[in-house]
């Protein structure tokens, strides 16, 4: 395992590595950085997603509506 082929896994899925890139960044301490600033990202990431679907959801349960905003109704939804 070489740091380019460790960084480049770490661009596809930094939660998910096996044996060899493990070992790595405990060798390395470069890509062990790198490592933890690819995973706080993710947290990041994953937090604002979290909060940004518990406002549309808070939303929707506020207007009532149960429906995605953006979606039409076909002829058998739409109320009369």
């Given at each position: 395992m070489n740091?380019?082929?460790f960084r480049r896994h770490?661009?596809?899925d930094p939660r998910h590595l096996d044996a060899s890139l493990?070992?790595?960044a405990a060798?390395?301490?470069s890509c062990?950085?790198?490592l933890e600033r690819a995973l706080a990202f993710e947290r990041r990431l994953a937090n604002a997603v979290r909060r940004e679907?518990?406002?549309v959801a808070d939303g929707e349960r506020r207007d009532g509506a149960d429906h995605?905003?953006?979606h039409?109704?076909?002829p058998d939804q739409r109320s009369v």
């Open positions: 740091c380019r082929s770490l661009l596809i493990r070992d790595h060798r390395c301490s062990a950085q790198a679907y518990e406002e995605d905003p953006g039409n109704p076909g």
